[in-house]
């Protein structure tokens, strides 16, 4: 494996900025549902199967690119990847029609699949051993701040210029990502292939599987409202446009916010504690948005206190999949990333089921149901000997 002992300059911002781009791609559509809705003449909960079905394409494709593709030259692949999502979300403000828009989502996304699961490879190859782990972590940070940031400019965008506008935006920050990754990137990266047996040895460790399942629940339960969280604050509380901008903003930054905490204390808590911590602030979250729906300042503290969960917890997951494998942890890193958007393809699905049946309430529960077993799990999975030697 070609490595790099220095980092060119601006190189984890490029890729940084790329998981920007990729985590609004992914996650539009929940940001301005209603504008989509009346722009295509279809209902929010079609509108919604944007986000599940998506999410499917990005289950499967993510480590089917990323076993396909370890050979080729890390730079190009990810200008490649970036150069379809940025075509992709400038080509769907300009599609007439729901079908049009929904199959140019669907091949973008199984392009797209390929850029998060190999980023993180890709920052390993260009930092120093002593500066890694805190490279990579960096790299992850643009998903947090899609959701803290970008989201809300989505909507914001969206609800003032219309979804269209709001896709040439996503569309202008991915051509800028591009050029900075073309810029500062080196040529010449290339991965290890992950051999055949790898999928097989996953699948006999019994941690590996029980962290996985951890990850499909926390996702599914988090999507069920997430997916329709603007709607559903629209039609409980009579929030607006930029009241909803405003939660999902919240949201995101207290993503980002529980994320610095749980790197503060891993080391000294271990991440099987920090892990469970983070896991409990989430189900607390969903269960005060469930108890306090109706009113918008209760549900607004409910995504806070969510929001401290949701990103957190997904970095911890990572963090025990590596310690519970070592030797398999980037096939069970990729993994993860894959049973990840297979939660949000099950969360989004039921999400729109309730929905469409105006069972609003009812998206709450299934969420607390899904938060509780995977708490549940989690305490299944406490290590056996001392955290210090196995967290």
């Known amino acids: 494996m070609t490595s790099h002992q220095t980092s060119p300059r601006f190189a984890p911002t490029a890729l940084m900025l790329g998981n920007i781009v990729t985590g609004c791609s992914v996650l539009a559509p929940a940001g301005m549902l209603p504008e989509l809705a009346a722009g295509l003449g279809i209902g929010i909960h079609t509108a919604g199967l944007l986000i599940t079905f998506g999410a499917v394409v990005l289950c499967i494709c993510s480590p089917l690119t990323a076993w396909l593709t370890p050979r080729y030259d890390r730079r190009q692949l990810r200008a490649a990847t970036l150069l379809v999502l940025t075509l992709g979300n400038l080509g769907s403000a300009f599609v007439p029609d729901y079908a049009g828009l929904l199959a140019l989502r669907l091949l973008m996304l199984a392009v797209g699949a390929l850029y998060t699961p190999q980023a993180a490879g890709t ?9 890694r782990g805190s490279t990579i972590a960096y790299v992850f940070l643009g998903w947090s ?7 809300p400019l989505i909507t914001f965008i969206g609800s003032h210029s219309g979804w269209r506008a709001a896709y040439l935006a996503v569309g202008a920050a991915g051509a800028i990502s591009l ?12 991965g290890a292939p992950v051999a055949l047996k790898t999928w097989t040895e996953l699948a006999r460790n019994r941690m590996v599987v029980l962290l996985l399942l951890i990850t499909t629940l926390q996702m599914s339960g988090q999507f069920v409202i997430f997916t329709f969280m603007g709607p559903l604050l629209n039609r409980l509380t009579g929030a607006d446009a930029n009241q909803v901008g405003l939660v999902f903003a919240i949201y995101g930054a207290c993503g980002f916010l529980g994320v610095v905490i749980a790197t503060r204390i891993v080391d000294g ?23 306090g729906a109706g009113s918008y300042s209760l549900m607004a503290v409910a995504v806070a206190i969510w929001g401290l969960g949701f990103a957190s917890t997904n970095s911890m997951q990572q963090v025990r999949l590596v310690a519970a494998a070592p030797p398999l942890a980037s096939a069970s890193v990729s993994l993860n990333t894959s049973v990840l958007y297979i939660g949000q393809a099950i969360g989004s699905a039921l999400g729109g089921s309730l929905f469409g049946r105006g069972w609003l309430d009812a998206t709450g529960y299934a969420a607390m149901g899904f938060a509780m077993l995977a708490l549940l799990a989690i305490l299944a999975s406490r290590p056996r000997l001392p955290v210090a030697v196995l967290a």
Do not use: M
């Open 123 to 131: 920052a390993a190859l260009i930092s120093p051993v002593e500066t």
């Open 145 to 151: 701040l899609a959701a803290a940031v970008g989201l």
């Open 179 to 190: 050029l900075l990754l073309t810029w500062r990137l080196p040529s010449g990266l290339k």
């Open 269 to 291: 808590w271990g991440a099987y504690r920090t892990s469970l911590l983070f896991s409990c602030l989430l189900f607390a979250g969903i269960a005060v948005w469930t108890l």
